[in-house]
């Protein structure tokens, strides 16, 4: 059998092998890439306080997983994991336990389904979301603990008016639960802008899921 290739052939072949070669080498560093930073969240992670710690990279996104015995230990690895060079976005899916995870886990599953919405560009609460405040009000008066209301916005305009915008929406949404029954002194508000950010701000999807209102358990009695 007489074999032979032909120059085009040949060319052709080579210019096959260099391409695979380049993905190979580019999904070699991506790879690369996510390890080193897998290995210096999980090393943030580690120095707090949990009863156990996973952490998932995707690209340069962060997905934390995990128990916790307080909120403030659950929210301060989502912090840290915030402070490595290269995260883009932290996803917070730690576990508090005990009382006042029972008591955050009631404050998170109701928001999620029934989120506070505000007029655009306000710190007014939209109609239909006084409902939703007096539900929470009365979740709220169940726990037996001190309870932060946070407030945040998207990255779209200046960023202090942002941080001011969302420290009166927390104030608004803090004075709603005070006329529900809440004591005043159980609840503090504060406005963290767009520098705690849950997903990506580049489509409007990522920038809606970025505007919210969280309920954190402090810990302790009130």
């Known amino acids: 059998m007489d074999v032979r290739f032909t120059q085009f052939e040949i060319l052709t072949g080579a210019g096959t092998a260099l391409v695979c070669l380049f993905f190979i080498c580019i999904f070699s560093e991506v790879s690369a890439i996510e390890d080193s930073l897998g290995a210096e969240v999980t090393s943030q992670v580690d120095t707090e306080d949990l009863y156990w710690s996973s952490v998932e990279i ?29 995260i883009t976005s932290v996803q917070n899916d730690i576990e ?3 009382a006042a995870g029972d008591c955050q886990q009631q404050l998170n599953d109701y928001v999620a389904r029934q989120d506070i919405v505000f007029k655009t560009g306000k710190a007014v609460v939209a109609e239909r979301s006084q ?29 202090q008016v942002n941080l001011h915008l969302s ?35 580049r489509t409007e999807e990522g920038r809606k899921r970025n ?12």
């Open 167 to 201: 420290q009166r929406r927390a104030d608004v949404v803090a004075k709603h639960l005070v006329r529900h029954g809440v004591a005043a002194e159980r609840i503090r508000a504060a406005g963290y802008g767009e520098s705690q950010p849950i997903a990506e701000n």
């Open 211 to 222: 505007r919210r209102i969280e309920f954190r358990v402090l810990g302790g009695t009130a």
């Open 96 to 98: 508090v336990i005990g």
């Open 131 to 159: 409902n939703t405040l007096g539900m929470l009000a009365m979740i709220v008066r169940t726990c037996d603990t001190s309870i932060e209301i946070a407030g945040h916005t998207d990255d779209r305009g200046d960023s």
């Open 58 to 86: 995707n690209g340069q996104a962060v997905t934390l997983n995990g128990a916790a015995p307080d909120v403030p230990a659950m929210r301060s690895a989502g912090q840290r994991a915030r402070t490595v060079s290269g």
